[in-house]
Structure formats: structure tokens, C-alpha cells
């Protein structure tokens, strides 16, 4: 089983460096760390009393990976969770935060288990999910990573800047999608065709 470090720097790989892409709601990010993230951290890397884009060029790959250790893994708790789902909550908790946690305890509203959907990994979503992977366990990851799919194409709909995310300009699968089926058991990919059914109302 990997660690937690382990699990980060393939997150970092996924996220690539420094982009400042205008129709990124997140704004620039670098190994997918956030300007937000860097001044909600007090995170001044240049060390020139203020925090600003040049913090996010400046950051290093392994400073990436101690941010998400400890603050998208160790204080969401997400080790609290069964352990099959644990690497995609963490690496969706770094794309999406705390509707990480939120597309998890809907999935198991889905799956007729009671529980509060607040994006919050308390003691009744950690006894929750234990009993859903009692209940499903060689489903229950992928079952996650398919809500994490439609998540992302749920997004693409709403906000068509977006859909270049979810879908490249040749028309076939664009990183989220890709990113959320590296989770998902094969069999349960979407072949090229279903994907390109899926977005066809997109134009």
C-alpha cells in the first residue's frame, strides 16, 4: 500500500507546474497549489512581507507535497476513512476541497445509509463509510470514482469555460475525466463513444 507521501507527489506529477489559466475559478496554481491556499497559510516563500503570485512560481514540488499531507489529508482526516477510498478523497480533495467529502456522503445517501452531507469527515461519515465498504467492498472505490466523473461533467454543464477540462478540443476525454477513471477499475471506463455521447449537447 503507498503512504500518504507517496499518494501527494503522484498528485503533484498529475497537476503539473506553475498555470494561470483565466477560466480556472482557482486562478493561478503551481503543482496545483493555489494563491488562496498559499495566503490562507501565510505562506510567504519570497519572504517579502506579502504573499502574491511570485509565492506560487516560487513554490518547490516537495513544499507542494507537505501542503497537501497536512492540509488536504491530515486535518480534512481522511486516514479516518476505509483505506480503499483514501488516495481519490485526498487527490479530489485537492481538486475540489471539501465537495470531495460532499460527493463521498452523497454516494452513500445513494446507497440508502443516513448521514449529513456538510463536507466534513466527522465521526458519523467516518462510521458511515466504514459500513458502506463492509457492505460494497470491491465496488465502493470505483463507485466514488464514477460520482468524482459525474461530478466533473456536472461542472462542464453548468459552466461551459469549464468544459475544455473535461473534454479536449479533438473531442475525446480531457483531464478531469481521465483524472477521475485513474481511480476507477477499467471495466468501468467510458469507451470514447459513450464519453462523446455524454458531452455531445455541449456543441
Do not use: C
Not at 452523497?106 to 469527515?121: F, K, P, T, W
Amino acid at each position: 500500500m503507498q503512504s500518504v507521501t507517496e499518494i501527494a507527489r503522484e498528485i503533484v506529477a498529475r497537476e503539473g507546474g506553475y498555470v494561470n489559466d483565466p477560466d480556472d475559478p482557482g486562478g493561478a496554481t503551481k503543482y496545483g497549489v493555489t494563491l488562496a491556499t498559499l495566503q490562507r497559510l501565510g505562506l510567504d516563500l519570497t519572504r517579502d512581507g506579502k504573499v502574491t503570485l511570485a509565492d506560487v512560481q516560487a513554490l518547490s514540488r516537495d513544499q507542494a507535497v507537505e501542503i497537501f499531507v497536512e492540509h488536504y489529508f491530515n486535518r480534512p482526516g481522511i486516514s479516518g476513512l476505509p483505506a480503499m477510498l483514501q488516495a481519490s478523497v485526498f487527490d479530489m480533495y485537492v481538486n475540489a476541497g471539501a465537495n470531495a467529502v460532499r460527493i463521498l456522503q452523497r454516494l452513500l445517501v445513494e446507497m440508502g445509509l443516513s448521514l449529513a452531507v456538510d463536507g466534513q469527515i466527522g465521526p458519523e461519515t467516518r462510521a458511515v463509510a466504514a459500513q458502506a465498504a463492509e457492505m460494497a467492498p470491491q465496488f465502493l472505490a470505483d463507485a466514488y470514482g464514477i460520482a468524482r466523473r459525474n461530478y466533473y461533467y456536472s461542472l462542464a454543464d453548468a459552466r461551459p469555460a469549464s468544459r475544455k477540462y473535461a473534454r479536449r478540443r479533438d473531442g475525446g476525454k480531457g483531464g478531469w475525466i481521465i483524472r477521475a477513471e485513474s481511480f476507477i477499475s477499467p471495466k468501468y471506463h467510458l469507451t470514447e463513444a459513450e464519453h462523446r455521447e455524454r458531452t455531445a449537447a455541449w456543441g
